[in-house]
């Protein structure tokens, strides 16, 4: 059976790539199809195959091929930064910041935080990627200390994530700069500047990367796919991901080695299909994902699918709380629509601050206090809510919105309630997750 494949020459927050193909060609595993500008990225066929479209944003290729073996190699560079660049490699934890450019920085003296913290809840494959193969994990954080001449290494890992830190403790030797930090089951805990306040001590004013406290935060998968870039010349032709919520099968799975531009539709069918009724897919986590459908395919930054519940109805007027660090005003309106109601307010939490062309949050996961903002809603006419906040807002909101009779809606509900796990409400609940 023929399996055909939608690549984006976009891929992360990398340039858009040039087509270097055209229709009818055909392509190799791991030939280059695309190649980038001074900030992209090489994008490389996922499967061996025939290039059946090329438009101005993605490239198709048909493939008979369903199998992730054999590629064509990168060439040995002898430059860590030079083979992740013509690796395609772009973080794999979610923004897709090109390797390269991280890897280029002077961090001598710094630390170099390896992030498998998977704070997003539901997903798993990272911890996965630990647990089965913590070995690689370790050898290209170790290529990422030598390239940007860090002092140390740190990985950082939820403490409940038991069997990935006993497989990391297997594996570190103990001539290794390294060490592992460990870190409670809160959101975001995972975003960057949260890491480099755990673990450094120091907190970055939104506007700053980790490189001003002498750091570079990389993802364990980047971290792998830069070992194997390495040690065995292969290019990002393929990605871990979790699948989650109402599946024929498990309600959460993890699939690896998936060829980059796989339909959601393939992986549906692969996890037992999405059970009806249903509230359609999240590309990404319960907290930052986008809707998306069937045709979506994955790409090198994906980290999860989910078949959500179908959202509660909400007759009362509704206000919005919107966070920094998780689902965008636009996507709280569109699941507000789906649960018809009517909005009657918006209001951001006080820490979450335009910067770098978005919102990012002051002190990520440290609630600065939430009750004046639940009050405006309140006087505003709002009778429930809509929220997105962070572990520790969340707590708040909980302890404030009851006292005024206003019910609370989370952004993750409809993810967890189709996984069957408990919602993001009080503190001690999430503690025991
Ligand atoms: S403090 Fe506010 S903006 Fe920051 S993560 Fe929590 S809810 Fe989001």
């Known amino acids: 059976m023929e399996n055909t494949l939608t690549l984006s020459l976009k891929q992360g927050l990398a340039e858009a790539a040039t087509p270097l193909v055209e229709v009818g060609a055909q392509v190799k595993r791991g030939e280059v199809l695309a190649s980038p500008s001074s900030k992209g990225v090489f994008l490389h066929?996922?499967?061996?195959?025939?290039?059946?479209?090329?438009?101005?944003?993605?490239?198709?290729?048909?493939?008979?091929?369903?199998?992730?073996?054999?590629?064509?190699?990168?060439?040995?560079?002898?430059?860590?930064?030079?083979?992740?660049?013509?690796?395609?490699?772009?973080?794999?934890?979610?923004?897709?910041?090109?390797?390269?450019?991280?890897?280029?920085?002077?961090?001598?003296?710094?630390?170099?935080?390896?992030?498998?913290?998977?704070?997003?809840?539901?997903?798993?494959?990272?911890?996965?990627?630990l647990e089965n193969d913590p070995d690689q994990v370790r050898r290209g954080l170790l290529l990422a200390i030598q390239a940007t001449k860090a002092k140390r290494g740190v990985i950082a890992v939820k403490k409940k994530n038991r069997a990935a830190l006993a497989a990391l403790a297997g594996v570190i030797r103990e001539k290794d700069p390294l060490e592992v930090f460990t870190l409670p089951d809160l959101y975001p805990v995972g975003e960057e500047r949260a890491l480099v306040r755990e673990i450094l001590g120091i907190l970055l004013p939104p506007d700053q990367l980790p490189l001003a406290a002498g750091a570079v935060v990389m993802n364990v998968e980047t971290l792998a796919s830069l070992a194997a870039a390495w040690e065995d010349g292969k290019p990002v032709i393929s990605k871990n991901l979790t699948m989650a919520g109402k599946l024929g099968g498990n309600p959460i799975q993890v699939f690896t080695a998936v060829p980059i531009g796989t339909s959601f539709q393939t992986l549906l069918d692969k996890a037992g299909g999405p059970k009806a009724p249903n509230g359609g897919l999240l590309a990404?986590?319960?907290?930052?994902?986008?809707?998306?459908?069937?045709?979506?395919?994955?790409?090198?930054?994906?980290?999860?699918?989910?078949?959500?519940?179908?959202?509660?109805?909400?007759?009362?007027?509704?206000?919005?709380?919107?966070?920094?660090?998780?689902?965008?005003?636009?996507?709280?309106?569109?699941?507000?629509?789906?649960?018809g109601a009517r909005v009657t307010g918006v209001r951001r939490c006080q820490q979450a601050v335009e910067s770098r062309g978005g919102l990012k949050c002051e002190n990520p996961g440290n609630c600065p206090g939430q009750a004046a903002k639940i009050l405006e809603l309140r006087r505003e006419g709002a009778e429930a809510l809509l929220i997105g906040n962070c572990s520790d807002c969340t707590n708040t909101v909980m302890c404030v919105a009851p006292g005024l009779k206003m019910a609370v809606h989370h952004v993750t509900d409809n993810s967890l309630r189709a996984a069957g796990k408990p919602l993001v409400r009080r503190l001690p609940a999430l503690r025991q997750a």
């Open 45 to 129: 066929a996922s499967l061996g195959g025939r290039v059946k479209k090329v438009t101005p944003t993605a490239l198709t290729l048909e493939s008979e091929a369903t199998e992730d073996t054999g590629f064509v190699p990168l060439p040995k560079t002898g430059d860590l930064v030079e083979q992740a660049r013509l690796a395609g490699l772009v973080g794999m934890g979610g923004a897709g910041f090109p390797t390269w450019v991280k890897l280029a920085s002077n961090l001598e003296g710094g630390t170099l935080i390896a992030n498998a913290v998977e704070c997003e809840p539901l997903l798993k494959h990272n911890t996965h990627q």
């Open 284 to 339: 990404g986590g319960p907290f930052t994902g986008s809707y998306a459908s069937e045709e979506s395919t994955v790409s090198k930054t994906l980290g999860g699918i989910c078949v959500t519940q179908d959202p509660l109805r909400e007759n009362r007027p509704l206000g919005l709380l919107v966070c920094a660090c998780s689902a965008s005003e636009e996507r709280l309106r569109q699941l507000a629509a789906s649960m």
